[in-house]
């Protein structure tokens, strides 16, 4: 008698624990926040960001997640411009960084964020195979039909600050392919499928020993500004926030110029 007592003085407040959870879920439409092993509320942050910053964030989002025990930080990298659609589509997310102030004015023309802040600055280089085949040495060589190159689409922000060097040279590219983001651009060159191709000089660091990069005066005239915003739908304003305050603090600022970024 006495050992089927306290079985059931055991499972009866874990039943009743349970089914407080799952009321308070139905009730709500939302769980109940978790409890993290270090006592605070688990929480996931959510970051769209550009794919030239896949480096830089996900070491800014570890340093995030180290001085916010309990916090997850999600990251969806590509193009700015397919991220902007996203977001303006639905998309859960608490925070949009930009490669470019046009594709940011996508989400705050919808009203989906306000106050963007410009936390770094990219511009160009001329990435070719390390061992440089077709012997580019400036951007003259790319309008040879000779060279194959390849470039970001032009309505994402590489193809579009490629489009305002091409033009400030003066020169006609016909690439091969036109890729939805500068990572894909940058692969070309590192798989040897094209002669060169325009990325930023970021990338071309972050892919040392695989490709080349080469300087050109035009890349001065395609400057991009990078913006970073908390969304106004953001799931976790609070984090949100304050992964913003890092990016723009003297810590992030370091990384990012670290990485090959510009300050601003």
């Given at each position: 008698?006495?050992r089927?007592?306290?079985?059931?003085?055991?499972?009866?407040?874990?039943a009743?624990?349970?089914?407080?959870?799952?009321?308070?879920?139905?009730?709500?439409?939302?769980?109940?926040?978790?409890?993290?092993?270090a006592?605070?509320?688990a929480t996931?942050?959510?970051?769209?960001?550009?794919?030239s910053?896949?480096?830089?964030f996900?070491?800014?989002?570890?340093?995030?997640?180290?001085a916010?025990?309990?916090?997850s930080v999600?990251?969806?990298?590509?193009?700015?411009?397919?991220l902007a659609q996203?977001?303006v589509?639905?998309?859960?997310a608490?925070?949009?960084?930009?490669?470019?102030?046009?594709t940011?004015?996508?989400?705050?023309?919808?009203?989906?964020?306000?106050?963007?802040?410009?936390?770094a600055?990219?511009k160009?280089?001329?990435?070719v195979p390390?061992?440089n085949?077709?012997?580019?040495?400036?951007l003259?060589?790319l309008?040879?039909?000779?060279v194959?190159?390849?470039?970001c689409a032009?309505?994402?922000?590489c193809g579009?600050?490629?489009?305002?060097?091409?033009?400030?040279?003066g020169?006609?590219v016909?690439?091969?392919?036109?890729?939805?983001?500068?990572?894909?651009t940058?692969?070309?060159v590192?798989?040897?499928?094209?002669?060169?191709?325009?990325?930023?000089?970021?990338?071309?660091?972050?892919?040392a020993g695989?490709v080349?990069?080469?300087?050109?005066?035009?890349?001065?005239?395609?400057?991009n500004?990078y913006?970073?915003?908390?969304?106004?739908k953001?799931p976790?304003?609070?984090?949100?926030?304050?992964?913003?305050e890092?990016?723009?603090?003297?810590q992030?600022?370091?990384?990012?110029?670290?990485?090959?970024f510009?300050?601003?």
């Open positions: 008698m006495f089927r007592l306290s079985r059931w003085t055991v499972t009866v407040p874990l009743l624990t349970l089914a407080a959870a799952l009321s308070g879920c139905a009730a709500g439409g939302q769980a109940a926040p978790v409890a993290s092993a006592g605070g509320e996931t942050l959510t970051v769209f960001a550009a794919a910053l896949t480096g830089t996900g070491e800014l989002g570890k340093t995030f997640e180290a916010h025990p309990g916090t999600r990251f969806n990298f590509g193009s700015s411009a397919t996203q977001i589509q639905g998309a859960p608490d925070v949009f960084a930009a490669a470019s102030p046009a940011m004015k996508t989400v705050t023309d919808a009203s989906l964020a306000t106050g963007p802040n410009v936390f600055r990219n160009l280089q001329i990435a390390a061992d085949p077709a012997g580019v040495d400036g003259a060589d309008a040879d039909p000779k194959k190159v390849a470039l032009a309505q994402v922000p579009a600050a490629a489009v305002k060097a091409l033009d400030a040279a020169l006609k016909t690439p091969v392919t036109l890729e939805q983001d500068v990572k894909a940058l692969t070309k590192a798989l040897g499928e094209v002669d060169a191709a325009l990325v930023y000089r970021t990338d071309v660091l972050a892919a695989k080349t990069g080469i300087d050109f005066p035009e890349a001065d005239k395609a400057i500004d913006p970073v915003a908390v969304l106004s953001a976790a304003p609070e984090r949100a926030r304050q992964f913003v890092l990016v723009l603090s003297r992030g600022k370091d990384v990012l110029t670290g990485a090959g510009e300050a601003p």
